[in-house]
Every structure is written in structure tokens, then in C-alpha cells.
């Protein structure tokens, strides 16, 4: 118990130091020390046997109510403030339901703070991910044009919402995960509007009223669950049996396809990427959003037999596709990486849905390299616009001339994405082998299986993409210096590529097939390709050919935009099914 | 004895478009080259001097070969389908990397017809495996080889299958990530000397890997698999003398719709 | 070496390019690589790459403003290779001779090996220039063939190559 302490403890304690030290050296060496020791606490959890379980006093429970008041109050003067009245509408709405359940709510029947193996896994994804994205933040953050403070501010909040991510995947109380809920929403919602300009203010906004939605919902179901069960945590919720279960588990479940960012609720996540990128590498892609198949994972016994689990792994398995084909028109590479993140979210979801212990595990398995593979991109694409300005492919184009070590650690992220043997390809392998597997029992599989099939080659043709506009230049391009990258920016990026390897060597040890330590000898064929470079020299070298013609050209990207109609029908036909979430949960 | 076998895998495939390129030839009532044409022209290719762009450009297709080779001995050695496939798709991208990474227009637009192919005939290739799976109950090519019947149940899964051979061997309508006279041959075109002959030689292993996937449907008869593989080979060269090549994107459509429902269809049909 | 010399007429790859022509001469090599007259029986492939090309088939007067590509195309053809000259205004100039836009031939530019008469070839005659050039193509040896002429415009692109790193080695090519 007193790791978990430690855990949610400690970034309190570190972001108050921080305020304090206006030192880069000392801010650097108290934010590795954070991190060495949030990884080892995490690990040792990890590795710990037992379920924990904490029970909260009343006066805790007193603060955490006026917590969550003051809150719902505060969007609501947000809302005021910047008149906007879909915010405004739901935090009024939420502070009704809430009063209302406030005044019902039974005695807790059971613990309020529960740390189980789920909880375990996600502390690693959240301190290990997490702290190695605030170490990068510190000098991402230097050459922001803000106050000194404002600076601080922003690496400190960082790493107090590594603390409310620590305390959310262990809330067994419906109320309490509400609250956390809100709480991250309303991390989202300050960091997305750090910068403080129009663009900024107006998708913090969007966000604040989408999420608002997943707080209704999560409300609604503990509404359902108090009337039903007379209890507002999990545990009971998931052991007792009888018609209202599926309804609360399918308004729980709404909550996760919100805070997962599925369409329809994605114009949230991509209006994210305006912010800071250490907030999207954090928030919006590696830790916050896990909240989604998190949610899904927890409330898997409930689901894994019923007609709402059934629903939500289609829904998560046609956003796969769905995000993946939308990225095709994208240019920008954040929104490209905001719309992967999408697609892979609902792959994740679904996966959980189906809730078999084979296809949990690779839910399990997927969100941790998710997050370090999606991190990696997202800091690498941080670099890019620091040193370089660019955002936008299609100013990339020969970037490889210009920062090769970046482009690198891109390329990387991608074959970490979808080659053999790292892991996001293998729990993909072993997803579509599982789901085959089921394929007898459930014909509706197919439709699964199918999204995951042209999911993941669209996938291929979105990263080869970026990476050919990456690699290619026009040959009139003026060349410019090489820029060695800081190692600010350096050791977080070679870290995660560390992880990335070790957590792909680790998963395929643990498959226990020789087989699959095969595949992965062509990779370590081509990692040995840079020895033999040296002997190319006796080769002699000639110009490419351009058919003669000495004219600068320019080889297009391959987009596919989808018309007004296509994406009309996409909304509505996702909207539809999120709502027969609610109708599936509630006739069944 | 596999090992043999695996070790002259591009002697065989060479045979096979060697044999290839006098059926076309008779097929237009012309003599065509010698069968051992190919042997002829990797010879000679080793004999010229070796002109590269940069050295990551050449060795990726050495890369891509050897990857390529590996598949083909994973398929000997009867392993699971699906991660054949994938070694596949991991051959297929280093090429398009190396591709992209020259400054020559051609070979982009090669590399980005490439890419439209893979997104083309992959799913359908899984779909193929997940069929062979439903009926078998494995993805080892070892047990797949041992049951029967898989022409009568998958029928339209083996018409999707015929579609996406033209893709895979470069032939009419769906040559358009060689399109000889469009691209000048797409990520080919910067490689000369040794390292042309590691990408002509790796053609000669696709024909082996795809018209493996057909010789799959003959099942346990090695006869009807024999069949079947002549069968498909006549069809794809006659349909390539009688048809023009059609637009990348109109290929993927094609696919996409074509092929892909008839694929769902026939997999709707044996679980149902 | 001497084994695989000897597999050099057996499969001759050939790039066609067209300096000014008037098509005429085009026509009767498009005649000879098709099914009447068949090439391909010789193992002749038209690659339309200079990379992976042995022999070279000119047609036409070199127009002003086509030498540089004939000078660029001939300069990446990889050693050992022939150059056909088809057609008398590759030979001469032929019935542009003179013009103001038109040089008097190929050779001003880069070194023939096979002349072939006649306005426009005729495919038996284009056949013949072709195994005569195999047996020219067999006796050469693989040292570095340079032509007449280099345009700056190549230089300038060799110059951005090298200084990207990419073009380490760039052989020196004769300077007019």
C-alpha cells in the first residue's frame, strides 16, 4: 500500500519541488530521480502478487464530493465565461444528477480503492511512459513563448496528472472513477488551451462538452447501478447478476468510446493536437486516453457474453477502419498520429469486448506498446516542429537530408507499428488467429476480423505514406545542415526505442513458440544491413534517372479523400450505433 | 531433402517465368526466347559493372531478396500462413522504402503503386488463410496439406484468390506497379548490375510464393494442386495477352469490392 | 570472366531513344521487337532503362535540344555497351542535314559501334546491325566508356549529389 502511496504521492511532491527550483539542471536532476523511482515502484507493484484494497474515511469522502462540486462549477463558469452553451448545458446537468446521487447513495458496500493485477499493468504504461514524456517536456518546453513560470506550471501539472492517473486505475468506486474522469477532462481541457490563442480556446471547448458526455454517462450508470444494486462499485456491480447489469455496464461502456475519442466523438482528439506535444504524446495518445479500453477491460465479465460487448467490439473494430481511412486525407502529421491513435483505440476496445482471457491479453498487450510506439512518434514529431517547423508532410519532404536521426526514430515508431517482431504487429497477429478461433461460434466475428484485415493495411499504406514524403526531396531542394538533435530531446527518444525492443524481445520469449522467435530474425537481418554500408564504397555511384529530363520534379503523395457524403454517413451510422449502446443495454 | 528444394527455389521460380515467357510468345504465334532465357540474362547480368544511387538503396533489395527467400523456405517448411504473410508484406516494404528513398520520380510513383498494391491484395491473402483455416482447423501449411476439399467448399474464395494473382506477378490488368511503359518499371529502375539481379530474381520468388497459395486449394492430392497451378498459370498469361492495364486506383476498387465480397460471401457461407 | 562473357549476345537488353527523328525508323524497331519479325527470340527485351541496358538504339539527326539527354542517357548505360546508330540521319544527318536546329549525326556526341543505312531502316537490316553489335558487345571489356561531350547541366546535378553525400564516387567524366 504504501508503494501506491508512493505512486500518487510522489509527482505531487515533485511538481511543488519544481515550482520552486528555477534551475534547468536541478529541475532535470529532480525529474529523473521522480521517474527512476516511479518506474521501479511501478515495476515492483507489477511484479507483486495480491489484490490491495483501501477503504476511504469519510472525511476523504466529504473532499472528494466538495471536489467534484467545485469542479462541475468550474466548467459551468468556463462555459459562462466563453459562452458556450453545450458546456454549460451538460455541467448543469451533471450537477443535478450528481446532488441527486449524492442523496441516494448507499453505504459503501465494499472497498473504495482497489489495486488488482489490471491496476498493476496500467501503472506501468502511466509512470513509464508518462515520466520519460515529462523529462522530454522540460526541454520541449524552453523554447515555448511564455512566461518562466507558465513553463513550470505546465511540467508540474504534467506530473500531477500522472498522479490522477495513478489514482483512476485503482477507483473502484463508480463515483470516485467519476470524479477522476472529470478531473482528467479537466486536465485535457487547461492543457489543450495553454497556448491561449483562438484555435486553442475553441478545441479545449470541444473537448470539454465531448467529455462532458463520458461524465453524463458514467453519472447515469451509477444512477442505474445504485437503483439497481444499491452499490456504486465495480466489484459488487460485476458479481451480481439480474436485467439492469447491462444497462449500467453499457452506459460505462459509452463513457469509454468517449474518452477513446471513436466517431463520432474523434473531432475532440484532433482538435487536441493543437496543444504542446508532450500534452498529445501524453494525454491524447499514450496514457489518458488508455482510459477507454481500461474501462472496457474492467467491465469485460460483464460483457463478454452479452449482446452489449458485442456491440461495442463492432463499433471499435469499424473505427478501426473508419479512423484509418479518414487519416488517408490527412496532411498534418500530429492529426495522421491522432487518427492512428483513434483507429487503434477501437481495436483495443473491441479486442477487450470480445473478452476472452486471449483476447484481454492482447488488449493488454497492445495498449503498452501502443503507448510507447505512439509516444516515440509523437516526441519525434515534437522534434520536427522545434527544430525544424514543420507540421505538415508535405514540408517533411526530404527531412531525412535535414534531421536524418529524427526520421529514424520515425521510421522506427512505424516498423514498430507494423512489422514482425515488435509487439503492436504481434498482438495484431495474434488477434487475427484468436478471432479466427472464434469465428464458429460467432459469425458476427467476421465483421471483426475484416476490420482488423483492411484496417491494418490501410495502416500500412498511412505510415509508408508519411515515410516516403520523409525520405523523398525534389531534386531542386536547397540542402541545407544536418541539426544534431539536444539531448534533451535525444535520451527520451532512445529510451522508449530501448523499451520498445526489450518489451518486443520479452513478448515473444513469452509466447513460448519457436516460431515466432523466428520472425524476427529478418528484422535483426536488416538491423545488420549498416555493417556492410562500408564495403558499398567500390561501387561506382551515378545520378538517378529521370528519363533524360533535368526538370526539378515532385512525386505526390497518395491521399484519398472521402467526400461530404461518405463522412455524413460515417457520422450518422456511428452516432446511431452509440446510441443502440444505450437501447441494446437497456432491452436486454 | 526440403532444404534442396528450398535452396533451388529461385532455379525454380527462373524455370517457371522462363516457361512463362514462351507461352506468351506462342500465345502471340511468335518462337519467343529460349526456356532458360532468365539464367541467361542473370549471367550476363553479373558480367556488367555495377552502377549504384546510394548504398542503403542497393542493399535494401539485397535485404528484400534474402527476406523473400526466407518466406519461401518458411512456406516449404509448412509454417503458419499468416506469418507467411507477413514476411511477405515485410519484404514488400523494404522494397518500398528503398523506393522512396532515391530522388527519381519513377521510383516513387513505383513505390506508391507498390503500396496500393499491398493494401490491395493483402486482406484478401489473410481472408484466403482464414478460409483454409475454417475448413482445415489450421494455419500450418503441414496440416492444411492434409485435408481435402477445399475447391468444393471455397469456391469463391479461390475466384478471389485468381484475382489478386495478376497483382502479385505483374501481369495485366493489374501490372501497374511495373507498367513498363508508364513508370519504366516503378522501384526497379535505379538498380543495376548485381543488385538488379537480387530484385530479377526476387520476381522469380514471387511466382513461387503466389502460385503456392493456389497449390494450398489442391489440398492432400499433390495431382489437383498440380492441376490447379497450371490451370491459374494458363489463365493469367491469356488474360494478360487480352487485357489493358487498368488505374492503380481503379485496381484497389476492384478488389475492394469484387473480390473482397466474394471472399466474405464464401467465408459468410461456411459458418453459416 | 571468360563464363559469364559468353552470356553477354545471349541476352542483350536495349534502350531506344529517339534523338529527332522524324518516327520513321521508330516504327521499323517497334516492327522488329514485335511478333513478325520477334527479337525476343535473341532474348532482346526493350527495358526503356539505361540502367539495365546493353545496347543502345539511336534514331535520328541529334536535335539541339535533345543531345544532353543522349549525352546523360549514354553516360548511365553501365559498361560493356554498344551503340546502334539506326537510320542514315544518326549516320549523317540525313535529310535534316544542315538545318539550323539539327547536328550532323550521333557521333559528334558519343562513340558509334554499328552504323545502320537506309531512310527509314528496314527491321531485317535493324536485326542484322543488332547481331552484328553482339559481336562487338562480346569483344569489349568493361572499362569506363565516356562521351565526346559533357553538358553542365549534368555536372550541376552531380555537384548536389555529392555534397547530399549520396553520390560519393562520381567518375570523371572527359571535359570538351
Redesign the interface.
Known amino acids: 500500500m504504501e508503494l501506491v502511496l508512493t505512486l500518487i504521492l510522489l509527482p505531487i511532491i515533485a511538481s511543488i519541488l519544481l515550482l520552486m527550483l528555477p534551475n534547468q539542471r536541478a529541475q532535470y536532476v529532480v525529474i529523473t530521480a521522480v521517474l527512476f523511482l516511479l518506474g521501479l515502484g511501478a515495476f515492483s507493484l507489477y511484479t507483486s502478487m495480491g489484490v490491495l484494497t483501501f477503504q476511504l474515511s469519510h472525511t476523504m469522502n466529504g473532499a472528494i464530493v466538495a471536489a467534484d462540486v467545485v469542479l462541475l462549477l468550474f466548467f459551468l463558469y468556463q462555459g459562462r465565461v466563453f459562452n458556450h452553451p453545450k458546456v454549460m448545458a451538460l455541467a448543469a446537468l451533471q450537477l443535478v444528477l450528481y446532488g441527486y446521487i449524492e442523496s441516494i447513495v448507499p453505504e459503501a458496500g465494499s472497498a473504495e480503492i482497489v489495486v488488482d493485477s489490471l491496476s498493476k499493468f496500467m501503472f506501468l504504461i502511466i509512470n513509464g511512459v508518462g515520466g520519460i514524456i515529462v523529462l522530454y517536456s522540460v526541454k520541449y518546453m524552453e523554447d515555448e513563448p511564455t512566461s518562466p513560470l507558465k513553463k513550470r506550471l505546465f511540467v508540474g501539472g504534467l506530473l500531477v496528472f500522472l498522479s490522477v492517473m495513478n489514482l483512476i486505475v485503482i477507483a473502484n468506486s463508480i463515483l470516485l472513477f467519476f470524479f477522476l474522469f472529470e478531473m482528467t477532462t479537466l486536465a485535457s481541457y487547461l492543457l489543450i488551451a495553454f497556448r491561449d490563442d483562438e484555435v486553442s480556446r475553441a478545441n479545449a471547448l470541444k473537448a470539454l462538452w465531448m467529455n462532458q458526455i463520458g461524465g453524463v454517462v458514467i453519472l447515469l450508470g451509477a444512477l442505474v447501478a445504485i437503483i439497481g444494486f444499491k452499490s456504486v462499485m465495480f466489484d459488487t456491480l460485476l458479481q451480481s447478476s439480474g436485467g439492469m447489469i447491462l444497462l449500467a455496464v453499457a452506459l460505462l461502456s459509452m463513457a469509454a468510446l468517449v474518452k477513446g475519442a471513436s466517431i463520432p466523438f474523434e473531432g475532440w482528439l484532433l482538435g487536441a493536437m493543437v496543444a504542446p506535444t508532450p500534452v498529445s504524446a501524453m494525454l491524447h495518445s499514450a496514457t489518458m486516453v488508455k482510459i477507454a479500453p481500461y474501462l472496457i477491460l474492467k467491465l469485460a465479465p460483464a460483457l463478454a457474453v452479452s449482446m452489449v460487448g458485442g456491440i461495442i467490439s463492432i463499433i471499435g473494430a469499424l473505427v478501426f477502419v473508419a479512423a484509418s481511412y479518414l487519416a488517408l486525407s490527412r496532411s498534418v502529421l500530429k492529426e495522421i498520429l491522432g487518427y492512428s491513435t483513434v483507429a487503434l483505440l477501437g481495436l483495443m476496445m473491441a479486442l477487450a469486448a470480445i473478452g476472452t482471457q486471449e483476447s484481454i491479453n492482447l488488449a493488454l498487450a497492445l495498449m503498452l506498446f501502443h503507448a510507447l510506439s505512439k509516444a516515440l512518434l509523437f516526441l519525434s514529431a515534437g522534434v520536427l516542429e522545434r527544430l525544424h517547423h514543420a507540421k505538415d508532410i508535405e514540408d517533411m519532404k526530404g527531412m531525412v537530408t535535414r534531421s536524418p536521426k529524427t526520421v529514424g526514430f520515425i521510421l522506427f515508431g512505424f516498423v514498430s507499428l507494423t512489422l514482425p517482431p515488435f509487439g503492436l504487429f504481434m498482438g495484431k497477429l495474434f488477434a487475427i488467429t484468436s478471432i479466427a478461433s472464434l469465428l464458429k461460434e460467432h459469425p458476427s466475428n467476421l465483421i471483426i476480423l475484416l476490420s482488423l484485415i483492411v484496417g491494418s493495411a490501410l495502416m500500412v499504406l498511412l505510415y509508408f505514406k508519411v515515410a516516403s514524403a520523409l525520405l523523398s526531396a525534389p531534386c531542386d531542394v536547397e540542402v541545407s545542415e544536418a541539426i544534431a538533435i539536444p539531448s534533451g530531446f535525444n535520451v527520451p527518444l532512445v529510451l522508449l526505442s530501448f523499451f520498445i525492443v526489450i518489451g518486443a524481445l520479452g513478448y515473444i520469449m513469452m509466447q513460448q513458440n519457436i516460431f515466432v522467435v523466428l520472425l524476427a530474425l529478418p528484422m535483426l537481418f536488416v538491423f545488420a544491413l549498416p555493417s556492410l554500408i562500408r564495403r558499398m564504397d567500390r561501387y561506382d555511384r551515378s545520378q538517378p534517372y529521370h528519363c533524360g529530363e533535368k526538370e526539378p520534379f515532385d512525386a505526390a503523395l497518395v491521399y484519398f479523400e472521402s467526400s461530404v457524403k461518405v463522412q455524413r454517413i460515417l457520422y450518422w451510422g456511428f452516432g446511431s450505433l452509440f446510441v443502440a449502446v444505450a437501447i441494446v443495454g437497456a432491452l436486454s | 531433402m526440403i532444404w534442396v528444394w528450398i535452396a533451388l527455389a529461385p532455379i525454380l521460380g527462373g524455370l517457371v517465368y522462363g516457361g512463362e515467357?514462351v507461352l506468351r510468345?506462342r500465345m502471340?504465334?511468335?518462337?519467343?526466347?529460349?526456356l532458360l532465357?532468365p539464367f541467361?540474362?542473370m549471367?550476363?547480368l553479373?558480367?556488367?559493372?555495377?552502377?549504384?544511387?546510394?548504398?542503403?538503396h542497393?542493399?535494401?533489395a539485397v535485404?528484400h531478396f534474402?527476406?523473400l527467400w526466407?518466406t519461401i523456405a518458411a512456406i516449404f517448411l509448412g509454417?503458419?500462413l499468416?506469418?507467411i504473410i507477413?514476411?511477405h508484406?515485410?519484404?514488400q516494404?523494404?522494397l518500398?522504402?528503398a523506393g522512396?528513398?532515391?530522388?527519381?520520380?519513377?521510383?516513387?510513383?513505383g513505390?506508391?503503386r507498390e503500396?496500393?498494391m499491398?493494401?490491395a491484395y493483402?486482406?484478401i491473402l489473410?481472408?484466403v488463410a482464414?478460409g483454409l483455416?475454417?475448413v482445415s482447423g489450421s494455419?500450418e501449411i503441414s496440416q492444411i496439406l492434409k485435408m481435402d476439399g477445399y475447391l468444393t467448399q471455397l469456391p469463391l474464395l479461390f475466384a478471389a484468390l485468381l484475382m489478386i494473382v495478376p497483382i502479385k506477378v505483374k501481369k495485366s490488368p493489374f501490372d501497374v506497379g511495373e507498367a513498363?511503359?508508364e513508370i519504366?518499371?516503378g522501384v526497379?529502375?535505379?538498380?543495376?548490375?548485381v543488385f538488379?539481379e537480387f530484385l530479377y530474381m526476387s520476381r522469380f520468388l514471387e511466382y513461387i510464393f503466389i502460385y503456392s497459395f493456389v497449390y494450398l486449394f489442391g489440398g492432400e492430392s499433390h495431382w489437383l494442386g498440380a492441376v490447379l497451378v497450371a490451370g491459374v498459370f494458363l489463365l493469367v498469361n491469356l488474360v494478360d495477352n487480352a487485357t489493358a492495364r487498368v488505374r492503380p486506383a481503379q485496381m484497389v476498387k476492384i478488389i475492394y469490392t469484387v473480390a473482397m465480397a466474394l471472399a466474405?460471401l464464401n467465408?459468410?457461407g461456411v459458418?453459416? | 570472366m571468360k563464363f559469364f562473357t559468353s552470356f553477354r549476345k545471349k541476352s542483350p537488353w536495349v534502350l531506344h531513344y529517339n534523338a529527332g527523328s522524324c518516327n520513321g525508323c521508330d516504327i521499323e524497331i517497334l516492327a522488329a521487337l514485335g511478333p513478325k519479325f520477334d527479337l525476343e527470340r535473341f532474348g532482346v527485351i526493350n527495358t526503356g532503362n539505361p540502367k539495365q541496358s546493353d545496347i543502345f538504339l539511336v534514331t535520328g539527326p541529334v536535335t539541339y535540344r535533345s543531345r544532353e539527354r543522349l549525352v546523360e542517357l549514354y553516360s548511365q548505360i553501365p559498361e560493356p555497351k554498344v551503340v546502334v546508330a539506326v537510320g542514315s540521319c544518326t549516320a549523317t544527318g540525313g535529310v535534316f542535314r544542315g538545318m539550323y536546329n539539327v547536328e550532323d549525326g550521333i557521333d559528334r556526341y558519343i562513340p558509334v559501334d554499328v552504323y545502320v543505312p537506309g531512310c527509314a531502316a528496314s527491321p531485317q537490316l535493324i536485326i542484322d546491325a543488332l547481331v552484328k553489335g553482339l559481336e562487338v558487345l562480346e569483344a569489349k571489356s568493361k572499362e569506363i566508356e565516356k562521351p565526346f561531350k559533357l553538358f553542365g547541366a549534368i555536372e550541376t546535378i552531380h555537384n548536389k549529389l555529392s555534397r547530399l553525400g549520396m553520390a560519393k564516387k562520381v567518375e570523371p567524366h572527359a571535359k570538351d
Open positions: 515467357r510468345a502471340q504465334r511468335r518462337q519467343g526466347p529460349p532465357q541467361y540474362d549471367f550476363k553479373l558480367d556488367k559493372r555495377t552502377l549504384i544511387v546510394h548504398a542503403p542497393a542493399l535494401l535485404a534474402f527476406v526466407f509454417w503458419n499468416l506469418y507477413f514476411l508484406l515485410f519484404a516494404l523494404l518500398i522504402v522512396y528513398s532515391v530522388r527519381s520520380v519513377y521510383s516513387h510513383i513505390s506508391n503500396l496500393l499491398v493494401v493483402e486482406p489473410i481472408l482464414v483455416y475454417l494455419f513498363h511503359q519504366v518499371g526497379e529502375i535505379e538498380y543495376s548490375g538488379y466474405v467465408l459468410a459458418l453459416l
